[in-house]
């Protein structure tokens, strides 16, 4: 007969609000990479349901990550640089940030979500030097994969300047959101709960499924994976919002030129790893 000890019982109120996380998360790659839905939502409920089970302030957090998630499920992510998809991108994206943020600092009165702009520090060299390294690295890998895996035409084909400056206006407004949703909600939620490698490689997973139903598939994972793992750690470190997004939206200037260059090869022919 085995005696249940404060100890076991422990380990399993630890296991539980694991699963309950790993639940939740877990459900934005049936959502956004598999994209089966509704069949996604069941374990983004069942995760909260089983924090509620044992942790009431975790059943909470999971439950503004999943309705985060669940707004942005309500459109397609394929590029679409239409006026309509371009408003929906808005709405969905714009609501997917503000709903939670609202319901943690109004409804729950919680500062856990925050937004660290002014935080009085200033960049290091070593900081200053990765920006660089950012670049570099960007330009000698991204057009090989966007070019040879032929996942540039998940974009649309550009076919006028009017949809050229549409596309650098989309990629950069993302890039930034990427950073207000994955970082300062998702992993800030994440964070209060689990240690921060956990937390970590639980926010790149809804952040690697999201940018793969937006475009960055094949082998893409490669890529996008250890990007969301930096960019948290980043920011674990630094607690810097302008300096993660000066980092994301560095490296998509060069996916922006590259996406045009993909589509109009006379266009930023300076790729000298493109085709």
Not at 235 to 244: D, E, H, I, Q
Request: proline fraction near 5%; charged fraction near 10%.
């Amino acid at each position: 007969m085995t005696v249940e000890t404060p100890e076991l019982r422990a380990d399993a109120r630890t296991a539980a609000r694991v699963a309950a996380a790993v639940l939740v998360v877990g459900a934005a790659v049936l959502l956004f990479a598999v994209h089966v839905r509704p069949l996604g939502y069941v374990p983004l409920v069942a995760g909260v349901a089983l924090a509620a089970a044992v942790d009431r302030r975790l059943a909470r957090d999971l439950g503004l990550i999943a309705l985060g998630q669940a707004i942005i499920s309500a459109i397609s992510l394929q590029a679409d640089l239409s006026d309509a998809g371009m408003a929906r991108f808005t709405v969905a994206l714009s609501l997917a940030v503000l709903v939670p943020t609202l319901i943690s600092r109004i409804g729950f009165r919680d500062s856990t979500i925050r937004f660290p702009v002014g935080t009085g520090q200033r960049w290091t060299r070593t900081m200053w030097l990765y920006l660089v390294a950012v670049v570099v690295i960007a330009y000698l890998v991204l057009p090989y994969y966007f070019i040879s895996s032929g996942v540039y035409t998940n974009w649309p084909d550009l076919d006028s300047t009017g949809e050229i400056v549409r596309l650098f206006i989309g990629v950069n407004a993302v890039g930034l959101w990427d950073e207000l949703f994955f970082i300062c909600i998702v992993f800030a939620l994440l964070r209060a709960h689990f240690p921060m490698p956990l937390a970590n490689v639980l926010q790149a997973v809804v952040f690697v499924s999201f940018l793969w139903e937006l475009g960055y598939q094949a082998w893409g994972p490669w890529l996008t994976v250890p990007f969301a793992l930096v960019q948290g750690w980043i920011f674990a470190r630094t607690k810097s919002l302008p300096y993660v997004v000066t980092v994301h939206l560095l490296f998509d200037a060069v996916v922006f030129g590259v996406l045009v260059h993909a589509h109009h090869p006379h266009l930023f022919d300076v790729f000298v790893t493109a085709p």
